[in-house]
Structures are given as structure tokens and as C-alpha cells.
């Protein structure tokens, strides 16, 4: 198999929500829940955020939130952060996660 047959099967699903009930909006613009990721020595949490905050984060981490189509989010950062490749691998693990947890019944 090549990588790009790789890596598009390994794509995952990214969770995204609502901030409140009074959000009017159509589509989903921000992170359903509280969700963590670690790589490395960085550990990455991801907060939802109202509607037009914007992504409150670093600019590797904001790249990476970019592509999942997030809009709205605050981020918190421990650890060495400078190194680049964990502080996106735990941003990515943190996406990850909110397609961990189940929100309702599966039917």
C-alpha cells in the first residue's frame, strides 16, 4: 500500500459542538467538550469558546485546529512547547479525543 492510501484510511473523524443553546448558528464552530492530549512532554487542553472568540492558542497548534475546521476554541499549553512536532501531535491527540466519548444513545 502507499502512504497516501495510509493516511487516508487512518483519517479520523474530529468532534465539534455548539458553545450554548443560544448559539443560532447552523454548523458546529467549536470543540463539544474539555479535551486533553499529550505528546511527549506537552500536554495540550482544549476548551470550548463562544461564538466569534476565535482560536486563542499558539500558532502551531491554531494550524492545526485550522485544518480540523474549528473555529472557536481556547488553548492551554504545559510543558516544552517549542518543540514544535509534540506540541502538534498533542493537539492532534486532544482532536482525537473528542471522538472518544459518546454524546447520546447509539442506535
Known amino acids: 500500500t502507499t502512504a497516501s492510501g495510509r493516511a487516508k484510511r487512518s483519517r479520523g473523524r474530529v468532534g465539534s459542538g455548539w458553545d450554548s443553546w443560544e448559539c443560532g448558528r447552523d454548523t458546529a464552530h467549536a470543540?463539544?467538550?474539555?479535551?486533553?492530549?499529550?505528546?511527549?512532554?506537552?500536554?495540550?487542553?482544549?476548551?470550548?469558546?463562544?461564538?466569534?472568540?476565535?482560536?486563542?492558542?499558539?500558532d502551531i497548534s491554531k494550524k492545526v485546529l485550522e485544518l480540523a475546521g474549528i473555529k472557536d476554541a481556547w488553548t492551554f499549553a504545559r510543558g516544552q512547547t517549542r518543540t514544535t512536532i509534540n506540541f502538534a501531535k498533542a493537539?492532534?491527540?486532544?482532536?482525537?479525543?473528542?471522538?472518544m466519548?459518546?454524546?447520546?444513545?447509539?442506535?
Do not use: E
Not at 36 to 52: I, M, N
Not at 91 to 99: K, Q
Not at 101 to 107: A, S, W
Open 31 to 58: 470543540i463539544p467538550m474539555q479535551v486533553t492530549g499529550v505528546a511527549g512532554s506537552v500536554k495540550v487542553t482544549l476548551k470550548p469558546a463562544p461564538q466569534g472568540i476565535g482560536l486563542v492558542t499558539g
Open 91 to 99: 493537539t492532534f491527540n486532544a482532536l482525537r479525543a473528542t471522538n
Open 101 to 107: 466519548i459518546r454524546t447520546g444513545r447509539v442506535q
